[in-house]
């Protein structure tokens, strides 16, 4: 809806295409005159189709640590016991949840019990996320490109007045990661406030398939830094084949 509203009103070709029917364009895919935007199935379809691999997951990156607050490590899907939150080392695998080992799954909600379902039929030897469960007063997502911050909005269901996360320091995130090595040119930081009152790194996203929080960006930027990222993507393929 945003692409097609932004390519409306700035006169951008446009295309709806099914999923079904995205090898009919291979070729500009491939070329990289054409940017695919869609759900992580949808843009992951269109990476094969472009021969471009999968850039590897990096929620936790490295360089952005210090800024976690709260211990995150990888283990294997089996060796999680305990209460633990658990996240897919896999992009969008399953969002994350609250994992207990001698906790009930009947009296988990809807939208647990089925992140559970995913985690429980994972290989035993699948590598996951894990890190000790927190609670978060406030969490946002803030939108970057060449370590800038473009736009934010919060996306938690809590209360209507809760502490905003330090801009600061989440200035100093955007430009530490992108600083590091093989940093993408846009990404997402998910920002939140810990029930410790301090500001924490909740992840950190790639941008060929962020999802868009309506009136957190403007739309030409929006459609900007993931047109940044999908050439970049092209442009390391590239140099890979040759």
């Known amino acids: 809806m945003v692409a097609g509203h932004f390519a409306l009103v700035n006169d951008i070709p446009v295309k709806s295409v099914c999923f079904e029917l995205l090898e009919e364009h291979a070729q500009a895919l491939r070329q990289g005159t054409t940017v695919p935007i869609g759900s992580v199935e949808f843009v992951r379809k269109a990476m094969a189709l472009a ?98 911050v473009l736009g934010q909005s919060r996306y938690d269901d809590g209360q209507d007045t809760v502490p905003v996360p330090d801009r600061y320091l989440v200035a100093e995130m955007a430009l530490v990661m992108a600083s590091s090595v093989n940093a993408p040119v846009a990404f997402g930081l998910d920002v939140g406030v810990l029930e410790s009152g301090e500001t924490a790194l909740v992840e950190c996203n790639d941008s060929w398939a962020l999802g868009y929080y309506t009136g957190s960006i403007s739309h030409g930027d929006y459609i900007g830094m993931l047109r940044r990222r999908w050439e970049q993507l092209v442009q390391a393929a590239r140099r890979v084949q040759a």
């Open 51 to 148: 021969g471009i691999g999968e850039p590897e997951n990096f929620s936790y990156p490295a360089p952005l640590h210090p800024y976690l607050m709260r211990q995150v490590s990888q283990r294997m899907a089996g060796s999680v016991l305990g209460h633990w939150f658990v996240k897919p080392t896999t992009t969008k695998a399953f969002s994350g949840f609250v994992f207990d080992t001698l906790g009930d799954p009947a009296k988990l909600c809807e939208h647990e019990h089925g992140q559970y379902d995913v985690f429980m039929a994972l290989p035993p030897d699948a590598q996951v996320w894990v890190s000790e469960p927190v609670s978060w007063l406030s969490e946002f997502r803030y939108y970057v490109v060449d370590g800038e």
